[in-house]
């Protein structure tokens, strides 16, 4: 499985509350996957009586992190995201942001990995696709005979949107999750 390139790499800014709270911007960029073993004395460059440290900014989180957040939280974050490959990473921040929050992170990966169903082009591409692949092949043949020449696509898919699968808007299509 290709992980994500050094370019995806999720990053934070850390700064120091205390400096903040008192006026300064007191900070620097970090790997996201090490967040959580940065000390306010790497951030000052010398031992400080600050303590609390609170990343600030992110980038490539894939809409995991939507705002400020702790070390700690963007670091268990970043270490399921670099386990993924630069495709799944978008799907896995779409998954995350819907689903994610109600599990424990060493469930993340897992998890979204049973639900992802993929990337498709519409609900009614899923339908289709899903039919396709799950259906036997007498099953096939007696659906595309007469009377039922043509199968209403966009109609199938709604009995699967609203009894089992989830749709996420994706870049192009969308991403398709099975639900709990």
Request: charge should be negative.
């Amino acid at each position: 499985m290709n992980t994500l390139t050094s370019l995806d790499t999720p990053r934070v800014w850390i700064g120091c509350l205390a400096c903040y709270n008192g006026g300064d911007l007191t900070g620097d960029w970090y790997d996201a996957d090490t967040a959580d073993l940065v000390t306010p004395a790497d951030l000052h460059g010398r031992e400080t009586e600050h303590e609390e440290l609170w990343v600030m900014d992110h980038d490539n989180f894939h809409g995991t992190i939507t705002g400020e957040c702790s070390p700690s939280h963007a670091a268990e974050i970043a270490e399921a995201l670099v386990g993924l490959s630069d495709d799944d990473a978008p799907a896995f921040g779409a998954w995350f942001s819907e689903f994610g929050s109600d599990l424990e992170p060493h469930q993340w990966v897992d998890q979204f990995r049973s639900e992802f169903r993929g990337f498709h082009d519409s609900e009614a591409d899923f339908a289709r696709e899903w039919f396709e692949d799950t259906s036997e092949e007498e099953e096939k043949a007696r659906l595309t005979q007469w009377p039922f020449t043509e199968i209403d696509w966009e109609r199938a898919s709604l009995d699967l949107f609203t009894g089992g699968f989830h749709a996420e808007d994706a870049p192009g299509g969308i991403y398709v999750f099975m639900t709990r």
